[in-house]
């Protein structure tokens, strides 16, 4: 297993209505895990096993950046955006 390695969790969009019912905002930024308790609850299920996996130096398929992976809140008409960034 890899070494555990600071992640960052940023608010990069709001679609469709743009307002968060939890009050999220674009450029709100989180230091994970450390401050998972100002992440709406719904939206951190979503993130947890992203975040999770960039924590100890996994990468997805899919995204053209190793070290970032962006994911969606399951809010479906309010859906926050998030990128989970791994500092390299």
């Known amino acids: 297993m890899s070494r555990k390695q ?3 969790i940023e608010v990069v969009d709001i679609l469709l209505t ?6 999220h905002k674009i450029g709100d930024k989180f230091d994970y895990p450390i401050e998972t308790g ?4 719904a939206a ?3 993130i ?3 975040a999770l996996g960039i924590q100890f130096g996994g990468s997805f398929p899919w995204e053209e950046d190793s ?16 990128k989970i960034t791994r500092e390299t």
Do not use: Q
């Not at 100002?38 to 609850?41: E, G, L, P, Q, V």
């Open 48 to 50: 947890y096993p992203y």
């Open 67 to 82: 070290d970032s992976v962006t994911v969606c809140c399951p809010d479906y008409k309010n859906p926050v955006v998030f």
């Open 18 to 23: 743009e307002k968060c019912n939890y009050d």
């Open 6 to 8: 600071k992640v960052t």
């Open 44 to 46: 951190l299920h979503s």
């Open 38 to 41: 100002k992440i709406c609850t």
